[in-house]
Nanobody, 124 residues
Framework: QVRLVESGGGLVQAGDSLRLSCAAS????????MAWFRQAPGKEREFVAA????????YHGDSVKGRFTISRDNAKNTVYLQMNSLKPEDTAAYYC?????????????????WGQGTQVTVSS
C-alpha cells in the first residue's frame, strides 16, 4: 500500500517562495515517475510538474515554467516542488501523485496513487 504525504503549503504573499515536499512509503519509490497537480475551487485539476523515476527528465506546465522546479531525492523517498515568484493565481490545493510507470506523463489518468493535498494560498 503506497502512501503519499504532502507538506509545506501555507499562506504567502505574491512574489514569495515555498517548497512543497511529498514523502512516499510502501512502494519502491525510485522505480516510478512522480508529479504534482493542483486544483483551485471551481476549476479543473491542472498539471504542474512531473519527473521521471531517476530524476533526469523533468516536465513543467506552461503556467509555472520558469518559476517552479520539481526534483526528487530517491534516497529519502521524497519529491519536491520549489515554487518561486508566486502569484495569486497559484492559489490551489497541491497534490503529489505516483505514476504507473517510470516515465512521467502530463495526464492525471497515468497516476495511480495520490496524496491528500496541501493548500497554497497566495495573497496579492
Amino acid at each position: 500500500q503506497v502512501r503519499l504525504v504532502e507538506s509545506g503549503g501555507g499562506l504567502v504573499q505574491a512574489g514569495d517562495s515555498l517548497r512543497l515536499s511529498c514523502a512516499a512509503s510502501g512502494r519502491t519509490f525510485s522505480s516510478f515517475a512522480m508529479a504534482w497537480f493542483r486544483q483551485a475551487p471551481g476549476k479543473e485539476r491542472e498539471f504542474v510538474a512531473a519527473i521521471d523515476y531517476d530524476g533526469v527528465n523533468t516536465y513543467h506546465g506552461d503556467s509555472v515554467k520558469g518559476r517552479f522546479t520539481i526534483s526528487r531525492d530517491n534516497a529519502k523517498n521524497t519529491v519536491y516542488l520549489q515554487m518561486n515568484s508566486l502569484k495569486p493565481e497559484d492559489t490551489a490545493a497541491y497534490y503529489c501523485a505516483q505514476c504507473v510507470g517510470p516515465i512521467a506523463s502530463r495526464q492525471g489518468s497515468a497516476y495511480v496513487t495520490w496524496g491528500q493535498g496541501t493548500q497554497v494560498t497566495v495573497s496579492s
